[in-house]
């Protein structure tokens, strides 16, 4: 994870699969932490069921290791809002 600013305040995190260099972004926001997936996870029913986006990948098993670590991420901050890639 970069601190793109250095003021802890957006991170940028790699996140391989759909693309080799393909990332997700963390913001810091009034409202709470503001977690932006691209295209780890295209739908909602995909991140719920832990399901890559299908053909639309560069490397499947480092599609896998992205959206399971950003679920992480997001279990352990429940108040996180997350925004896919295709969906609200």
Known sequence: MIDVFGDRSFFAILTP???KGHTS???RTPE????????VSHTRWGWENDVEPGSFLA??????ESLLA????S?????MTVKLGHQP
């Not at 279990?75 to 108040?79: A, D, G, T, V």
């Open 70 to 73: 950003l679920k992480a991420l």
């Open 32 to 39: 709470g932490p503001l977690l932006m997936t691209g295209n």
């Open 25 to 27: 972004y963390l913001a």
């Open 17 to 19: 699969g759909h693309t």
């Open 59 to 64: 490397e499947r098993d480092h599609a896998r």
């Open 75 to 79: 279990e352990r901050h429940p108040k």
